[in-house]
C-alpha cells in the first residue's frame, strides 16, 4: 500500500524540492498563512473523488521511489522558513492522500523540530483504521479529516475508494484517531448537490459525526471546476440550513 522514497534526479538540490514541492505562505479560508507542503511528486490518492480540483485518479498507490524522501523534504521547508516570517500553519497536503506516504510520521516530526508553528495535516481520512497510520500522525498538531458522506452507496458514489478502504473501516479510523489524538480535529464535511444534500443522508452524516467527535465540523461544497462535469454545489442557504442541523461546532466555509 505505501511505496519507496523517491529518488531525487541527478543534479536535484533543496533548492529544486522548495519550489516545487514547497510552496506559499498561501492565504488559507482556514488555517490563515499556511505553508504548503506536498510529500508526493504528482498526485497519488486511494480515493477518486467527484469533486476533485486536481481532476480524477491515475495512480492509487505509490509505488518504490514515488514517496520523497523526509530529508529533502524537511530541509526544503526550512529553507523556506529562513526566508519568510513564520507562516500560521505548515501544512502537508500530497498531492493526493499524505498518508500513504511510508514516512509521513518521520516528516511530521522533522518539520516540528525546525518550525516555530503548528504543522497541520489535510487527509481524506481513509487510512486511521490502521494503526500504524495513526500512530505515524499523532505528533501533528491540527488533523483535518474528511467525511463526504453518510453510508456505503454515496460514499462509493461520491469518493470513489480503492477496494481496501470501506466506508465501515473509514469511519471506524476516524472514532479510533479521535481517541487516540490528542490535539483538535477539525472534520470537513464536503456535499455534493443531488447526491449528498438531502435531509436523510445529512441526518446519517451527522450521526457518524457525533460518533467521532470533532472539534469542528467545515461544511465545505464546489467552488473550481470538479473532476466530473455533473458535479454541482450546494446553494449558500442549504449549506447554511445543514450546518444548523450539525450542531455549533459547524461553520461554512465554502466560498460564496
Not at 119 to 136: H, I, K, P, Q, Y
Not at 228 to 255: D, T
Request: proline fraction near 7%; charged fraction near 25%; aromatic fraction near 6%.
Amino acid at each position: 500500500m505505501r511505496g519507496g522514497c523517491f529518488q531525487c534526479p541527478v543534479g536535484s538540490t533543496v533548492k529544486d524540492l522548495k519550489k516545487q514541492y514547497v510552496f506559499g505562505p498561501v492565504l488559507s479560508r482556514r488555517l490563515g498563512k499556511s505553508l504548503g507542503v506536498d510529500v508526493f511528486p504528482e498526485k497519488i490518492c486511494n480515493y477518486d473523488c467527484i469533486y476533485c480540483e486536481l481532476g480524477g485518479t491515475t495512480k492509487r498507490c505509490p509505488a518504490a521511489g514515488d514517496c520523497l524522501p523526509v530529508a529533502a523534504v524537511v530541509e526544503a521547508v526550512k529553507e523556506r522558513l529562513r526566508e519568510i516570517a513564520q507562516p500560521d500553519y505548515i501544512t502537508l497536503y500530497g498531492p493526493g492522500e499524505p498518508t500513504l506516504h511510508n514516512c509521513i510520521g518521520e516528516i511530521i516530526a522533522g518539520i516540528r523540530k525546525i518550525s516555530k508553528g503548528p504543522v497541520a495535516l489535510l487527509t481524506n481520512g481513509s487510512l486511521f483504521w490502521m494503526d500504524e497510520v495513526r500512530r505515524a500522525v499523532l505528533n501533528a498538531d491540527l488533523i483535518i479529516p474528511s467525511l463526504d458522506a453518510g453510508g456505503v452507496e454515496t460514499f462509493q458514489a461520491v469518493n470513489r475508494p480503492t477496494a481496501d478502504v470501506t466506508f465501515e473501516k473509514m469511519v471506524e479510523g476516524l472514532v479510533a484517531l479521535r481517541r487516540d489524538f490528542r490535539g483538535p480535529i477539525w472534520l470537513e464535511v464536503f456535499l455534493v448537490e443531488g447526491i449528498t444534500s438531502g435531509e436523510d443522508e445529512v441526518r446519517r452524516i451527522k450521526q457518524y459525526v457525533d460518533l467521532i467527535k470533532p472539534d469542528r465540523i467545515q461544511l465545505n461544497t464546489v467552488d473550481r471546476p470538479a473532476a466530473e462535469p455533473h458535479v454541482r454545489a450546494l446553494p449558500r442557504q442549504r449549506l447554511k440550513e445543514i450546518a444548523v442541523l450539525l450542531g455549533p461546532a459547524c461553520e461554512v466555509i465554502s466560498r460564496d
